[in-house]
């Protein structure tokens, strides 16, 4: 029987809150916060407007946005991050220096973070910010969980292929804490798979039972 996560009602009716140019700025540090990373042009914004049902992410991408944290909410103790894409050749240093010490102070601190999605497009993955990303949630002990997205760009076989030789590498560099998926936003595909996991941090599904793939025997 497929059991119905709760944080698909909960992502339907997500909605824009605020906006924040600084660490003071973003909501009070309690609850359950998962927040959302990628280069610039990993399809962040259609991951996040796909897994919500709507058109959310929208907003991160209105001019004088785009180097905010943009907070949604899913009710009163749950909401999700829009980080600032980074990594973007045309953003000048100082901004990119704007954006890690930002980034660091926001990630740095934050309580109520419960996990991060690093989206990655699937055709260029592992790029040398995501280095830094992984990095951090590994030093951090921060649960992590990567899309492969743009998935539709390549036949299934070519796909299932590159998730397992990233899942590979991302072991042999990171070790296995991290999770990883295939998803594509125009097929939908992957979705619940992805709110699983927003599910389980959020605390709204438990925690698999039966052992993990990886367990001995
Ligand atoms: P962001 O900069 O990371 O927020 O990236 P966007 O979500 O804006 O996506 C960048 C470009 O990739 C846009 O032209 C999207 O239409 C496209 N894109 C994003 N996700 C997918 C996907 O899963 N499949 C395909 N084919 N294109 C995608």
């Not at 944290?69 to 045309?90: C, I, S």
């Not at 930002?102 to 280095?131: N, W």
Request: charged residues 25%.
């Amino acid at each position: 029987m497929l059991v119905k996560n709760p944080i698909m009602g909960l992502c339907q009716q997500a909605d824009f809150m605020l906006s924040a140019a600084k660490v003071e700025q973003c909501p009070d540090d309690e609850g359950y916060e998962v927040a959302f990373a990628g280069r610039s042009n990993a399809g962040k914004s259609s991951a996040l407007n796909t897994l919500t049902h709507a058109s959310l992410a929208r907003t991160s991408k209105t001019p004088g946005r785009t180097q905010l944290l943009n907070f949604f909410r899913l009710d009163d103790e749950r909401r999700l991050v829009d980080l600032p894409g980074y990594g973007y050749a045309k953003v000048p240093i100082p901004l990119k220096l704007h954006w890690q010490r930002h980034l660091e102070a926001y990630l740095g601190s934050r309580r109520s973070l419960v996990g991060l999605i690093l989206m990655m497009d699937i055709r260029h993955p592992l790029t040398e910010f995501d280095h830094l990303m992984l990095d951090w949630a590994v030093a951090a002990q921060m649960p992590m969980h990567i899309l492969l997205t743009k998935a539709d760009k390549l036949a299934f076989g070519a796909a299932k292929t590159t998730l397992l030789k990233v899942q590979q590498d991302l072991r042999r560099g990171w070790g296995d804490s991290i999770s990883m998926q295939l998803f594509s936003a125009p097929k939908r595909m992957g979705v619940e798979e992805a709110q699983a996991v927003l599910g389980r941090w959020m605390h709204l599904l438990d925690a698999p039972t039966a052992p993990s793939e990886d367990a001995e025997g």
